[in-house]
């Protein structure tokens, strides 16, 4: 069964240092993953996504994601935070055999402290 | 640029009410899915719609019904409305069905059953 882990409720980073959400998955095939922003009552933002290529990808907001195969992860980071980037961030992957399908990490709630 | 639009925001609705959600597709954008989220959890996927032609189907209860226009726009439509369906519901669109391409959501709908 295909799968999406995000270990962390939640993360506390003081602003301006570097943060980092941590994402695993396991899925057959290859995976495209993709890491969404939710901020409160709102919907879900793309941030970036890794299809092949580059392990690391680059996205909004001064975002970038390390896609890793060896340890299935793709943890998303910036290397230096804004109190605007406290939200709630989602990791989700997608393979060919789940079509439509999107299977989400339970999300990561970023909290930055001024 | 535009948006994907869900209509309306909020909704009140009683048990065994129904209730009609939609979604307007950002244009150019040929396939809509449907995503369920409950108070602190993830989004779980519904249905989606290619062409207007129904194109997979995730936990979508029974009570539940969808459809994609001519133009595009689509509908969920819910009957015997439950205390258990009070949730946001999210439409979102992509240019294509292909699974490497991200996925752009809506504002979302509250739903509320009382």
């Known amino acids: 069964a295909q799968s999406v882990a995000q270990p962390e409720d939640q993360v506390n980073v003081a602003e301006g240092n570097p943060l980092t959400v941590k994402c695993t998955y396991s899925v057959s095939g290859n995976p495209y993953l993709f890491w969404y922003v939710q901020y409160p009552n709102r919907g879900l933002q793309f941030l970036l996504k890794y299809i092949t290529g580059d392990n690391l990808v680059k996205g909004s907001y001064g975002f970038e994601a390390e896609f890793n195969k060896s340890q299935t992860s793709f943890h998303l980071k910036k290397p230096s935070a804004l109190v605007s980037d406290s939200a709630l961030y989602f990791c989700?992957?997608?393979?060919?055999?789940?079509?439509?399908?999107?299977?989400f990490g339970s999300g990561t709630r970023l909290s930055i402290r001024p | 640029a535009a948006g994907v639009i869900q209509s309306p925001r909020h909704l009140i609705k009683e048990k065994r009410e129904t209730a009609t959600l939609k979604c307007y597709p950002i244009?150019?954008?040929?396939?809509v899915y449907w995503y369920q989220q409950g108070p602190g959890q993830d989004p779980q996927f519904l249905i989606s719609f290619y062409e207007k032609m129904q194109s997979d189907k995730g936990s979508i209860p029974d009570r539940f019904s969808a459809q994609q226009f001519s133009d595009y726009h689509s509908e969920l439509n819910m009957s015997s409305l439950e205390l258990g369906d009070s949730a946001l519901y999210f439409c979102?669109?992509?240019?294509?069905?292909?699974?490497?391409?991200?996925?752009?959501f809506g504002p979302g709908t509250r739903l509320t059953v009382t």
């Open positions: 989700a992957v997608r393979t060919y055999s789940s079509a439509s399908k999107i299977i």
């Open positions: 979102a669109s992509s240019r294509s069905r292909d699974p490497s391409y991200e996925q752009y």
């Open positions: 244009p150019r954008h040929d396939t």
